[in-house]
């Protein structure tokens, strides 16, 4: 069974920096394209980034561009989200997913999501 | 921001059906991008339901069907049963924006 499982969460200052991980099971990493998506509190999903399976290409939301950074270890099967000068509004549950097929493609499975709080 | 617009909100007795729609633009459904739906429990991990518009992965009951017209999606749920009490969500791409756009979620009340 593919499973993906994020940690990483938790209570950071405003300006703060904060790395999630999404570690993968049942399926080769390397095979394909990771990606991440969050829902703030009361909120919907909004779609941050996407990271090739080499993990040479890379792109993001414009909400998130510049200041977050998609990466991944295949040989630890394991997806990062580096997290930096956050703000109260990236306080959300950070989900991962695996991208099927290809330009426009579906997320299956997904992670259970870890929360991140953003706030002094 | 969320481009594809949902109604908040639609219910149904057990066993009949609700229709909930995705409404997008020349920019995203219109071009020719797939659909895709998500049921998502808060808390738990969102669940694809449909994908290439009108597709059903293994495990996901027929009482549930996609479709895609112009520049708008539906998803259709007959046979209501409690437990498909959730949140729903439309997924496609937009070239506009250059990356995967949600809708703004429907929230599906079994009555």
């Known amino acids: 069974e593919e499973q993906l499982l994020e940690s990483g969460g938790g209570l950071v200052q405003p300006g703060g920096s904060l790395r999630l991980s999404c570690v993968a099971s049942g399926f080769t990493l390397s095979s394909y394209v990771m990606t991440w998506v969050r829902q703030a509190p009361g909120k919907g999903l909004e779609w941050l980034s996407e990271v090739s399976g080499s993990g040479t290409s890379t792109r993001y939301a414009d909400s998130v561009k510049g200041r977050f950074t998609t990466s991944r270890d295949n040989s630890k099967n394991t997806l990062y989200l580096e997290m930096n000068s956050l703000r109260a509004e990236d306080t959300a549950v950070y989900h991962c997913?695996?991208?099927?097929?290809?330009?426009?493609?579906?997320?299956?499975?997904w992670g259970q999501g870890t929360l991140v709080t953003v706030s002094s | 921001q969320s481009v594809l617009t949902q109604p908040p909100s639609v219910s149904g007795a057990p066993g009949q059906g609700v229709i909930i729609s995705c409404t997008g633009s020349t920019s995203n459904i219109g071009t020719g991008y797939h659909v895709h739906w998500y049921q998502h429990l808060p808390g738990t991990a969102p669940k694809l339901l449909i994908y290439g518009n009108s597709n059903r992965p293994s495990g996901v009951p027929d009482r549930f069907s996609g479709s895609k017209s112009g520049t708008s999606a539906s998803l259709a749920i007959t046979g209501l049963q409690a437990e498909d009490e959730a949140d729903y969500y439309c997924?496609?791409?937009?070239?506009?924006?250059?990356?995967?756009?949600f809708g703004t979620g429907t929230k599906v009340t079994v009555l």
């Open positions: 997913a695996k991208k099927y097929s290809g330009g426009d493609g579906w997320f299956d499975p």
């Open positions: 997924q496609s791409y937009d070239s506009s924006l250059s990356g995967f756009v």
